[in-house]
Structure formats: C-alpha cells, structure tokens
C-alpha cells in the first residue's frame, strides 16, 4: 500500500517537473527572443520616433576659452587621476522619457557637450547628468540638468551638440587627432551600457578605419573600430586615448560576433564643429560626378606622376558628369582625373569627401585634375 502512494507521488511530481521545465523553457526562449532584439538593432539606441529639426540654423559660436589645467589630457597625471577625470568629463543623456545615451563635455566654460544624434533624435527634453566629484568611498556625487541642441545636428554623420545649463566641477575633453591611430592603439570607453551609469572599459583599436555600408558612405569618414566593450547606452559616449584625449564618439556594435565596437572618428567630431560654427549646420557637399577609383597600374595609364603613386595616391578617374552640378559649373569632364584638393593627394573616394569638407569652410577649394595627360588646376568655390 505505501509502496503504491509512494509511486503515485512520484508519477504527480514528474509531471510537476516536466511542466515546470516547459514553462521555464518556454521563458528563458521569450528572454532570449527580447534580448537578442534588443542588441540586434544598429546603431545601438536607435529612436523609433524621430525629432524635429529646423532646416537652417544660426552659426554656433563656441568660445572654447579653455583653461589647460582642467583638461583630461593635462599631462603629469597619475593613472588614477587622468581616469577620475575622464569620469567627470562624460556625461548622461536622457531624452524624453525613455532614451538614454551618453556625452561629452569639450568646453567646460560654455557647457557644450558632443553626443550621438540618434541619441538626441527622439521628440521631449533633454536631460543630462554629470559627476561633479567622488567621496572618499569612491562613490560618485551627480548632478543634473536639462540641455538644448545647438545647430543642427548631423543624420549622415550621428553627431550632435548640447548646451548644459550648467556643469561645475566637470573636466573637459580635447579633441585629439584621429588620423594618427594605428592598429593596436590602446583607448578607454566611457558610457552608460544597459543603464550601468559610468561604466568604463578598455581595449585596442582593432581597425583605425573600418568602412561600414549604409553608415558611412555620406559620411565620408570611416569608423573606428574597437574591441573595447561598447553595448546600448554608450552610445555618443567618449573614446579616449590613453593620454586622456578625446579620439572618438562610440556610436554602435554588432550583435553578430564578439567585441565589434565602433566610434565616430575625433576628425569628424572637430569638422562638425567647424561647420556649426560657420553655418549652425553640416550640409551634404555634392561636387556633381560619378568617379571610379584606381590601382596603380590605372594611375599610370591614365598619366599620374610617378611621385603621387609612390604615396598611393592613385586619383579618382570621373567617370560621368552630372549636367547640373558643381562639377559641370566649373569645366569637369568625365574621363579627367581628380588627383588633389588644396595640395593634398587623393586617393579613394571617402578620403575624396573628407577633403572636401575638410577645405569648403575656409572658401575656394583648388582641384588638381589630369586632362589628355597634362595637369590642371581648377577652382571650386566654398560653401
């Protein structure tokens, strides 16, 4: 009789068990299911709704009246102090009532801050935290306040500008030169992952210049890529060199591999900022041609000098001209052969782009070109 009950308790609580299995199955798979659509969207934090800009803005005046001994790359410091200051100089940003990001400050004076554009890119107020100092424990004292976009920020190029209504106590980061990074470089992120307020990691650039179809094409500048730990909520965050320098924006990862992090370079970052402050906004900078790129046995068919190929500065060859263009405007033909802008050689088509960003600004652009074997100089007006 015992024998029976004990087997009939036993046959209830395996299918207790089986049950309980299924249903816990069938939870973790929808967690699973979230999760990976969550980090499955590129950029990270990108906003469903979009925001509002207007199409022209007034120039943006950044005084960058900066004292030296506030700055993250203020040179003598010890490990600990450079990343205490770093911390201080990256901020929280959350936009609405469900979008958050991060930032940095570049003018601690001003109160101006660099973030991400999907970042800010949903409709409702902007709210941003700072570390104003550390306890004793090591805990951080914060502090927060609401923020307004400066010009108009950037789609093609992910980037925005904030104006803190305040930020004493925050240090601030100098734009440092990204075209100097190499494989291997070591660099530090901060930001705020899944809502870990302040997280830092560390790691090497993988790829100084990695070309991403869809993210940078009209862009022009490539991304950096890192295998630094980079998730949802670093997005507009800092990348810094070891130095304490601001080398980029991490803007997003991918979800189909391991450590596939990437960042808006410094350069871009500084370009951007120029513009605002010439037009209060970073326009598209169309010159009007279809250009194919070449090897070094096309430059030389098509007449580059030997002294251009050595650099690897092998020229677009134009391949159609568009009839209302600037390129037209100004006696472009297909066939010719863009060679340099302002002196500087070409030799692909971002870099192409990056140029002319680069010098628009700054007014008249001159464009060595090869025509029939023989070099010319064109001029392009600026912006």
Known sequence: MIMKILRALYGVFCVVRDVSFALGLIVLVAFGYLFVDELGKLPIDMPEAARAYPETAAPVKIPFKLDPAESTALAGLTDAQRTERMLRSTIMVVTGERALGSGVIIDNKACYAVTNEHVIGIPGDIKVSYITRFREDGSAITKTVDAEIMGIPSKDNDLALLKL???????????????????????????????????????????????????????GWEMIQVDAAINSGNSGGPLFTRGGALIGINSMKRTDGENLGYARPANLVETYLVYLSHYGAMPKILLGVEVSQMDDEMAATNGVPASYIKAGDFGLLIKTVMPDGKAASIGLKADDVL?????????????????????????????????????????????
């Open 339 to 383: 060679l340099a802008v302002n002196g500087d050689g070409v030799y692909d088509v971002h870099q192409f782009k990056r140029l002319l960003y680069r010098h628009t600004p700054h007014g008249a652009m001159k464009l060595t070109i090869i025509r029939d074997g023989q070099l010319q100089t064109v001029t392009v007006s600026g912006n």
């Open 165 to 219: 209504s305040g930020c004493e106590g925050t240090f601030w980061a100098p734009i440092g030169d990204s075209d100097v990074l190499r494989h291997g470089d070591l660099v530090t992120a901060i930001g705020h992952p899944k809502g870990q307020f302040w997280t830092l990691t560390e790691g090497v650039v993988s790829q100084p210049r990695r070309k991403m179809e869809g993210y940078t094409d009209s862009s």
